[in-house]
C-alpha cells in the first residue's frame, strides 16, 4: 500500500525535464504568401 | 478565435512578388477604431480556440502609433497579438530594441520578420537579424518567414545565406507564388513546384480584415477579391462575418477537403487541360482555380451547393 502510494505520489510529481527546443525546418512548405 | 488586420496598404518596399502592389505611395488604412471594436467582438466568440491576432501589412512599423495602439489592446483582452514586418526600420540594435520594447511593454507577444530576395532589394538582411535578435532579447516569440524561388535553393543561393547569417524560435519557408505585382514576370521554371495535384487542405485559414474592410478567409495577399471574402467587417456584426467563415460552403470544402476538390469537380467536367502539370502546394492550386474564370465557375458551383447544405442558411 505504502509502495503504492509512493508511486502515486511519484506519478504527481514528474522530475523537471529541460525544455526541448522548437524543430526548425528550412525546408519548403506548401502554404501561401502570408502578408508583408 | 484567430485574426489578422492589415493594418494598411503603405510599404516601404516595393517588392516585385507583392500580388496587392503595396508600396510608399499607397494611402490606404484600416482604422484603428475599427480594429479595436473588431477585436472586442472577436473576444466576445468562443469558437475553441485561443484568442489572437496578427497586426500585418503592407509594412504596419510605417504606421507606429496605430500598431502601438492596437497590440495595447488586443494584449489587454487577454489575446496573444503579433505582428509581421520586413524589419526595415531595424537600422541598429539601440533603435531595433527601442521599437520592440515599446511593443513588448504594450503586450506584444510575438513578431515574424519576412526575407526574400525581393524584400532584399529594399531591406539589408543585417536589419533582418537585428530585428531577430532584438525581439529574442526581449523575450517576444521570432519566426523567419522566407519567400523563395527555385534559384534560392540552389547551393549558395539566399536560403544557404539565411540559414547561415539568422535564427528564429520558429522558420517557416514558402514558394513565391506566380502572381506577382502587376508589371512583374518571373520565368515559369523560377517557380518552386512539386508534380501532380496537391492533395493537402488549406493549411493556415484565418479570417483576414483587408485595410478596405473586407474579411477573408485566407492568409495570403493573392486573394484580393470576391472569391474568398466572407462579409464586410466595417458594417456587418464580427459574428455574423465568423458564422460564415464557419460555415459557407467554399470555405468548407477548402477547410476539410482543399482546393484538390474543386481540381477534380473540373476534371470530371472536362476541364482538366486547364489545370498545370505541377503546383506549389494547395495555396498556389487555390489561387490559380480563383484566377481562371472556368474553373473558378466551377468551384462556385461546388460551393453553391454547399452552401445548401448549410442548417438556417446564412451563408450569404
Request: cysteine-free; overall charge positive.
Given at each position: 500500500m505504502a509502495k503504492a502510494k509512493a508511486k502515486a505520489k511519484s506519478k504527481k510529481k514528474p522530475p523537471k525535464k529541460k525544455k526541448k527546443a522548437k524543430k526548425k525546418s528550412w525546408a519548403v512548405s506548401p502554404r501561401g504568401i502570408t502578408e508583408s | 478565435m484567430m485574426m489578422s488586420f492589415i493594418l494598411g496598404a503603405r510599404c516601404n518596399a516595393r517588392c516585385g512578388h507583392c500580388a496587392k502592389a503595396y508600396g510608399p505611395t499607397r494611402p490606404e488604412e484600416l482604422s484603428p477604431r475599427l480594429i479595436l471594436r473588431l477585436m472586442d467582438e472577436a473576444a466576445q466568440i468562443d469558437d475553441g480556440e485561443p484568442l489572437a491576432f496578427a497586426i500585418t501589412g503592407g509594412e504596419p512599423f510605417v504606421q507606429f502609433e496605430a500598431l502601438l495602439e492596437v497590440v495595447a489592446h488586443g494584449a489587454a483582452l487577454g489575446a496573444r497579438v503579433h505582428c509581421v514586418t520586413?524589419?526595415?526600420?531595424?537600422?541598429t540594435a539601440e533603435t531595433a530594441t527601442g521599437k520592440l520594447s515599446a511593443l513588448r511593454s504594450r503586450g506584444l507577444w510575438g513578431l515574424s520578420v519576412s526575407v526574400s530576395r525581393f524584400h532584399q532589394q529594399f531591406v539589408p538582411l543585417r536589419r533582418v537579424r537585428t530585428a531577430l535578435q532584438a525581439a529574442a532579447a526581449l523575450g517576444i516569440s521570432t519566426t523567419l518567414k522566407g519567400a523563395v524561388v527555385n534559384a534560392d535553393l540552389e547551393p549558395g543561393g539566399e536560403l544557404a545565406g539565411w540559414k547561415e547569417q539568422l535564427d528564429a524560435d520558429e522558420i517557416r519557408i514558402f514558394p513565391v507564388l506566380p502572381y506577382l505585382r502587376p508589371g512583374e514576370a518571373l520565368p515559369e521554371q523560377a517557380y518552386y513546384r512539386e508534380p501532380g495535384l496537391p492533395q493537402e487542405p488549406c493549411p493556415e485559414e484565418i479570417l483576414t480584415v483587408d485595410f478596405n474592410g473586407a474579411a477573408r478567409s485566407c492568409c495570403s495577399p493573392g486573394h484580393a477579391d470576391e472569391f474568398l471574402t466572407v462579409g464586410d467587417a466595417a458594417t456587418t456584426p464580427l459574428a455574423q462575418i465568423e458564422r460564415r467563415f464557419r460555415l459557407a460552403g467554399r470555405q468548407r470544402i477548402l477547410r476539410e477537403q482543399g482546393p484538390i476538390a474543386f481540381a477534380r469537380a473540373a476534371i470530371a467536367a472536362?476541364?482538366?487541360?486547364?489545370?498545370?502539370?505541377?503546383?506549389?502546394g494547395p495555396c498556389d492550386l487555390c489561387l490559380h482555380i480563383r484566377a481562371d474564370d472556368e474553373l473558378r465557375h466551377i468551384a462556385e458551383q461546388l460551393s453553391a451547393a454547399a452552401d445548401s447544405m448549410i442548417p438556417d442558411n446564412h451563408s450569404s
Open positions: - | 520586413n524589419a526595415y526600420w531595424a537600422t472536362g476541364l482538366g487541360e486547364r489545370l498545370r502539370p505541377a503546383y506549389a
